[in-house]
């Protein structure tokens, strides 16, 4: 039976206190509490900052195996384009603690829009690919030009590739949402849909939105159509802000659950202290 493993974008959102993280939860305790509700997680600041080993070891130290992950690749990969073999090298001997035991859901990699599909885009692609060539990688596209049955056709045939799916605002400019899983593995983010996406001034406000049950359900939809498709979907939740994503978890785990989906279902009981013992 196939495997839904839903979780977050990220785990750091203080928002999340009171819903996933007991009130009081300091930050560094956050991804303890999180892998209690959750099996896997996307993490975002790897886009920002090349991710180090002590921070992997931490995170899987932390989560003690029962998360998979998601790691976003820094943006000299996808947005300012100077990366080197060697960066991607160096990047990839970071994760290796996840590879080892298994943990590593995928590679994510976001183009912008201005990454359109032309001739010396698709060769930096081919390139690229080549660096990350044993690894699962979820792409994402934002310009539309990729978004058609010849570039999806060439993600079935390459065992490594996952389309990135996601669910925006249907007025930002970006491609419609239509739910396309290449065989084994689908990847799926959802941003919400927030009409004054591009008037709001942060992420957290662009974020402020809560699926309703209907969309749920077309959503939950989507996925029931094609589960003789994949083994693993891995679902993230980008909208985080004021814990919407909390509840449209909640609500799309109950919706797909008589489907027979795998799915992490129950919350694990917050470990003893020592001291209780006594």
Same mark, same amino acid.
């Given at each position: 039976? %196939? ?32 892998? $209690? /509700? ?9 886009? /920002?900052?090349?991710? @180090? ?26 947005? &300012? $384009?100077?990366? &080197? ?28 829009? $201005? ?8 060769? *930096? ?28 056709? !060439? ?12 669910? *925006? ?13 290449? %065989?084994? !593995? ?12 591009? $008037? ?6 662009? /974020?402020?939105?809560?699926? &309703? ?21 891995? #679902? *993230?939740?980008?909208?985080? &802000?004021?814990?919407?994503?909390? *509840?449209? #978890? ?9 489907? @027979? ?10 470990? /003893? ?6």
């Amino acid at each position: 039976m %196939p495997h839904i493993y839903i979780g977050t974008g990220g785990y750091a959102d203080s928002d999340l206190l009171g819903t996933v993280y007991p009130l009081g939860t300091a930050k560094e305790d956050f991804l303890s509490h999180y892998c $209690r /509700h959750y099996d896997t997680v996307e993490i975002n600041s790897s886009f /920002h900052a090349p991710i @180090g080993l002590k921070v992997v070891q931490g995170m899987l130290e932390k989560s003690n195996g029962k998360l998979q992950f998601s790691i976003k690749l820094y943006q000299d990969f996808s947005h &300012t $384009r100077v990366a &080197t073999k060697e960066n991607a090298k160096a990047f990839l001997n970071a994760l290796q603690p996840l590879v080892e035991k298994q943990l590593l859901a995928a590679l994510f990699l976001q183009f912008p829009h $201005r990454f359109e599909r032309n001739l010396n885009n698709r060769r *930096y692609l081919a390139e690229l690919l080549q660096w990350f060539t044993d690894y699962p990688m979820a792409i994402e596209f934002r310009h539309p030009s990729w978004h058609c049955e010849t570039v999806f056709e !060439t993600f079935c045939r390459q065992p490594n590739l996952i389309w990135g799916n996601v669910d *925006y605002p249907t007025n930002v400019g970006l491609p419609i949402f239509q739910l396309k899983i290449n %065989p084994n !593995t689908g990847y799926l983010r959802l941003h919400g849909r927030n009409g004054n996406w591009w $008037r709001e001034n942060s992420a957290q406000a662009r /974020h402020n939105y809560r699926y &309703t049950e209907n969309e749920l359900v077309e959503i939950a939809n989507l996925i029931v159509q094609q589960k003789e498709r994949f083994e693993r979907l891995f #679902i *993230y939740f980008q909208n985080t &802000t004021q814990s919407h994503s909390f *509840y449209n #978890i909640a609500t799309l785990k109950d919706l797909l659950q008589p489907f @027979g989906f795998e799915m992490k279902t129950q919350v694990d009981e917050i470990p /003893h202290q020592q001291w209780d013992l006594f």
